[in-house]
């Protein structure tokens, strides 16, 4: 009973300290929505606090009819993070450049912070791949051009396109965005 007890004094602190961290963004910022795709074939909600930043973290993992993936990562507390994983399958004609503008352009749909940009975000991503000289068969990481932007707080944001030579996956197309800090 004392060693139950002792455990329970040690964990509640740490358990307490998780919830009383004053953040810009409350647990509440993301909505779970439900996705209206016809294409999908399975979704989950996932909510965690990152155990070395403490950030709040909400993840929608969607797996459509063609075997592709996406998962949609929220994670926040005083900066904003979003982060939009697509992975194409094998049997998938979906690495064309404007598949990709497609896919990013409609991941970002899901972002809960959305800056405004001088030029559409499908040409800048769209510029970006073909000055990068973007094709299928080589991976790349581009930071997109802050320049863009028109939003009253830092923003970074860029791509990453991973070419898989094993496993399910043909491809890993990654949009990242980061709002606040410094």
Known sequence: ????????????????????????????????????DSNIQRFEWKKQR?????????????????????????????MYNFGYTYSVNKNSDALSKTNIVK???????????KPK???????????????HKYNANN???IGLPIDQIIYNDNVEYGIEYILHKNGPAAATLIFYMSVGGE
């Open 1 to 36: 009973m004392n060693k139950l007890f002792f455990c329970l004094l040690l964990t509640f602190p740490i358990a307490c300290s998780a919830e009383n961290i004053s953040c810009k963004y409350s647990s509440s910022f993301i909505e779970e929505t439900i996705p209206t």
């Open 50 to 78: 990152d155990p070395d930043s403490d950030e709040h973290v909400t993840k929608l993992e969607i797996i459509y009819k063609n075997h592709n993936t996406a998962v949609i990562e929220h994670k926040y507390c005083d």
């Open 103 to 113: 896919y990013i352009v409609e991941g970002f749909e899901q972002s809960k912070l």
């Open 117 to 131: 940009f001088k030029t559409s975000l499908n040409k800048i991503i769209l510029h970006a791949l073909n000055q």
């Open 139 to 141: 991976s790349l990481s």
